[in-house]
């Protein structure tokens, strides 16, 4: 029997698959230990080299009942304008992590999202879909 993988069931396939790649060069290059901040100044560098677009530390509001309120959230990256991505560096992804990962995606109009735990000697990678 020949099955085939609808699309829909992975939207944006592609464009998660060439973060992934790229952000396992930086786990390579750099092994696990650092502060999350260098494994977000390596995918920058990364992401340059490659040519991938993406924005760092995009900004979010929020709103409740139509009414912005005073703190609003940041994206550790939106890359492609389609996927959020929220990198890590600790001993695993917690489900603080997923919970935190799913509001961001509800308040952008962002359908996927990737959590990337640089952490462990092996790259963590957590896809949510909303």
């Known amino acids: ?8 069931y992975f939207p944006y396939k592609n464009e998660t698959d060439l973060i992934i790649n790229a952000a396992i060069e930086v786990h390579k290059n750099l092994g696990n230990g650092f502060l999350e ?4 100044d390596a995918l920058c560098m990364e992401f340059e080299y490659r040519s991938h677009f993406y924005e760092r530390e995009k900004h979010y509001p929020l ?11 940041y994206a ?19 489900n603080e992590d997923l919970a935190q ?3 961001y995606l509800k308040c952008s109009e962002c359908k996927v999202g990737l959590i990337l735990n640089f952490g462990k000697p092996l790259l963590e990678i957590k896809r949510v879909v909303l």
């Open 1 to 8: 029997m020949d099955y085939q993988i609808k699309q829909d």
């Open 37 to 40: 901040i260098v494994y977000k």
């Open 63 to 73: 709103y409740y009942k139509d009414v912005l309120l005073p703190h609003s959230f």
């Open 76 to 94: 550790d990256f939106v890359v492609f304008d389609s996927v959020i991505l929220e990198t890590k560096a600790k001993s695993g992804i917690a």
């Open 101 to 103: 990962t799913i509001n």
